[in-house]
């Protein structure tokens, strides 16, 4: 199992970011996928899954400004950072849970920032 990260960088407050995670090595269409973030000095946070291409849940602190979306064609989740804060600056990961085995990505730096 292999997750890529890949789309952070630096944003200013208000501003949007679309992450993209690339999978292999497992039938991606068959498992959800995770988003977390951490940022520094914090624990790592459960921000969404998309368990198909239209079913995802979020945690509060994103709802309404972060979408996750996938393309089960090309084995990849999205996620799309709308009106963007400077609380939301931390490194992004996916994740998937395969045979029982968590897997991590290798995350994505996202500064928001003037």
């Known amino acids: 199992v292999q997750l890529v990260e890949s789309g952070g960088g630096l944003v200013q407050p208000g501003g949007s970011l679309r992450l993209s995670c690339v999978a292999s090595?497992?039938?991606?269409?068959?498992?959800?996928m995770r988003w977390y973030r951490q940022a520094p000095g914090k624990e790592r946070e459960w921000l969404t899954t998309?368990?198909?291409?239209?079913?995802?849940s979020y945690t509060r602190a994103v709802k309404g400004r972060f979408t996750v979306s996938r393309d089960n064609s090309k084995n990849t989740v999205y996620l799309q950072m709308d009106s963007l804060k400077s609380d939301d600056t931390a490194v992004y990961y996916c994740?998937?849970?395969?045979?029982?085995?968590?897997?991590w990505g290798q995350g994505t730096q996202v500064t928001v920032s003037e």
């Open positions: 090595g497992f039938p991606f269409s068959s498992y959800g």
């Open positions: 994740n998937v849970i395969v045979g029982g085995n968590e897997y």
């Open positions: 998309s368990f198909s291409e239209d079913m995802s």
